[in-house]
């Protein structure tokens, strides 16, 4: 008697297309136009796994200038291993459409598109585009991860920021396994807030500049969806041992300019700071008054402006707060020696069997 035939995967539905089970779809999503009449659209890849599986997306420049996470995508979509996907994979490397063209996080009504949700189909511009977003994408969606950079002129050190009471969320943040995890409340009107209303788990990427590619912010990008398709079965990975690279802090706090200024020799992305350290002089043009930012409190640096120009109340550097700073110093070397060398086709282990 012959083995009995395991029945062929459904297809998946997308847009009025589909996508047989096994396959790709390289497709786009219709935005309102602009005032000449442009059409825009939102550009998707789906990779519908031959067997069955969770569906996860991943989406980036929600913020139009935070582009990091569209050269992640690129790196991802290129490996290898997504041809034995279980499951099925949503990329969306760019969301805010408008934004990207011209440079800007925002929506050409001014609106913040990642404070726009649930959005509406009547609604403004940017209401209309989150609800192009949710429909077609989170809401057919199990899992998520939105990537972001810091805003203009800042950087931030690799983060993930995702809601730790919620033990799916805490899993995966865990298992993406990057250098710093921030238990981020919620903000009203983003994504992430309206799918884990829906509970869908969604975590938030944080590294790099606005309008940059960073090696590193995506090298640890890549490898942490990686390592979250592997936490969801969705690929197979071998158990190797690999450093564990993730400190979680309690909270974090932004070290303010108490005066007007020109910031020099900055605070590096990473450091660990004790209360009262020096993160950088603070001067007027020639020099001549001269004072400098300190430290308030203990903790790792992981983010900062890279503007020398402060204005008095400008935010300089984010200061995350471990309950073991010692500790938490010690795995961001680790996590940041893990990354060193690492090239497009070494993310993933050599996979057993098959
Ligand atoms: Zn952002």
């Not at 199990?142 to 810091?150: E, F, N, P, R, V």
């Not at 396994?177 to 921030?182: G, P, S």
């Not at 990686?226 to 690279?245: S, W």
């Amino acid at each position: 008697m012959g083995k009995r035939k395991t029945p062929k995967r459904p297809p998946f539905e997308f847009a009025g297309q589909q996508v047989e089970a096994g396959t790709r779809l390289s497709t786009s999503l219709e935005l309102p136009g602009q005032s000449r009449y442009t059409p825009l659209s939102m550009p998707v890849h789906i990779v519908h796994g031959k067997k069955d599986g969770p569906t996860l997306f991943v989406s980036a420049a929600i913020h139009g200038d935070e582009i990091g996470g569209i050269e992640i995508i690129r790196q991802l979509l290129n490996q290898k291993v997504l041809n034995r996907l279980r499951g099925t994979l949503i990329c969306v490397p760019v969301v805010n459409v408008y934004g990207f063209l011209n440079h800007t996080r925002y929506m050409p009504d001014r609106r913040d598109l990642n404070r726009s949700f649930p959005g509406s189909e009547h609604g403004s511009l940017a209401s209309r585009v989150a609800h192009v977003f949710r429909t077609e994408i989170i809401d057919r969606a199990d899992y998520g991860i939105d990537l972001h950079t810091g805003a203009n002129h800042r950087t931030n050190y690799p983060h993930i920021r995702a809601n730790m009471d919620d033990p799916e969320s805490a899993r995966l943040a865990r298992a993406f396994n990057t250098a710093v995890i921030v238990n981020a409340s919620l903000r009203d009107g983003s994504l992430r807030g309206y799918a884990l209303e829906k509970n869908i788990p969604v975590l938030l990427y944080e590294a790099g500049e606005a309008l940059r590619f960073e090696k590193n912010a995506v090298r640890a990008g890549v490898r942490g969806i990686m390592n979250v398709l592997g936490a969801l079965e969705m690929i197979k990975r071998t158990v190797k041992r690999r450093p564990h690279v993730t400190v979680e802090a309690e909270s974090s706090h932004w070290v303010r300019a108490k005066r007007s200024g020109l910031i020099r020799d900055a605070a590096e992305l990473g450091q660990k700071v004790a209360a009262g350290d020096r993160l950088a002089h603070l001067s007027d043009m020639l020099g001549d008054e001269e004072t400098e930012v300190l430290a308030t409190r203990e903790g790792v640096v992981i983010g900062r402006t890279n503007l020398p120009i402060a204005n008095e109340g400008d935010a300089l550097f984010h200061v995350a707060e471990f309950d073991n700073a010692e500790k938490a110093g010690k795995t961001v070397e680790r996590f940041e020696a893990s990354l060193e060398g690492l090239g497009e086709g070494d993310y993933i282990d050599p996979i057993l069997g098959e």
